[in-house]
């Protein structure tokens, strides 16, 4: 199987891409299909692939990602009387693998930019 190459996609299959994640009824599965067979790809690999070409797009298209909000738990162990999300239903965590993805997420999207910012919220951010 081929390697998928992070550094850019060739302009024809970043096109390819593009008309089927843009287009009126955009399909994941078909274009991972697609890109399975015409690729000689795993899973995996189309999905990477699908991701690269996706963060091309919005590197072209929106300004740089540089700040983060990690909202880490609806719980809280302060009961301060201005809370906004004191009367919410439930206490839920935020799984340590989705904070990772977010973070990643942050670096992908950065572009060049050197200074990027990291807010910890979310109830008492330090009970998760």
């Not at 390697?3 to 274009?31: F, H, I, T």
Request: glycine content about 6%.
């Amino acid at each position: 199987m081929r390697a998928v190459q992070e550094e850019g996609l060739s302009p024809d299959l970043l096109n390819q891409v593009r008309s089927e994640l843009l287009g009126p009824e955009p399909n994941e599965d078909r274009l991972r299909t697609f890109l399975m067979r015409e690729l000689d790809l795993s899973a995996e690999g189309a999905k990477d692939l699908i991701y690269q070409a996706v963060r091309q797009l919005n590197l072209s298209v929106f300004p740089p990602v540089t700040h983060l909000e990690l909202i880490h738990t609806e719980g809280c162990n302060l009961a301060c009387t201005y809370c906004f999300e004191k009367d919410m239903l439930g206490y839920r965590k935020m799984p340590v693998d989705v904070a990772c993805a977010a973070v990643d997420l942050l670096f992908d999207y950065s572009g060049d930019e050197q200074v990027l910012s990291i807010t910890h919220f979310g109830g008492e951010p330090t009970i998760n």
